[in-house]
């Protein structure tokens, strides 16, 4: 009985690896983990350039992108509010600091529920971030539900540096003064990732 739950284990497993595993372009480390107040998360990075500076840095906002329809009835200025309230707290702990004109990073951010996000469709959205489009051997990589994507990109030279994602079914019950906890602790299990996990 214990072989067939470890066979079933790692099936699942494999099966998630797959789902969001990057492209051959991009180096990539994937992390399951169990973090508390998050239900069966997983965190996916792509490490697009090594090396990335962070201390005295300075990053802005790029892009914000929401897959969530209407349904749900989720302020989304409400939710940025929360996002980049998280962000700031994590990017500042690193010793980066905000800076709203010219900074040295943009960070995009991209949050699907009740749907998913297609990675290139992602990319597209921040094009006028990035140089050139990116290339994707896979054509059917989709982020799937219950997903918030971060990423840094370089604005001098418009390049996607890192990207990092947490896949977790949040709890549409939670009262509304544990919102921003749960948004905390779902930037946190990523930003401590970056710029190297």
């Known amino acids: 009985m214990k072989h067939l739950k470890l066979i079933a284990f790692i099936s699942i497993l494999m099966f998630i690896t797959v789902a969001i595993s990057g492209c051959s372009q991009k180096k990539s480390v994937f992390k399951p983990d169990n973090t508390p107040g998050l239900t069966q998360p ?6 697009i350039k090594e090396g990335i500076p962070v201390k005295e840095t ?3 906002w790029g892009m914000s992108m929401f897959r969530i329809p209407e349904k749900y009835g989720i302020s989304l200025a409400t939710l940025n509010t929360r996002i980049t309230t998280s962000l700031t707290k994590e990017l500042t702990a690193k010793g980066m600091r905000f800076k709203a004109d010219a900074p040295d990073y943009y960070i995009s951010y991209a949050v699907a ?16 971030l990035l140089k050139g489009h990116l290339e994707h051997e896979q054509s059917d990589l989709f982020y799937k539900q219950g997903v918030m994507i971060i990423d840094v990109v370089e604005r001098k030279e418009k390049t996607l540096l890192w990207r990092g994602a947490i896949l977790a079914q949040p709890d549409k019950n939670w009262p509304e003064e544990r919102k921003q906890e749960r948004c905390d602790t779902a930037v946190h299990e990523v930003i401590k990732y970056f710029p190297k996990p």
Do not use: C, K, M, P
């Open 42 to 47: 997983s965190v996916h990075v792509q490490v």
């Open 58 to 60: 300075t990053f802005g």
């Open 113 to 128: 529920f009740g749907a998913e996000i297609h990675e290139v469709e992602l990319d597209n959205a921040y094009r006028d």
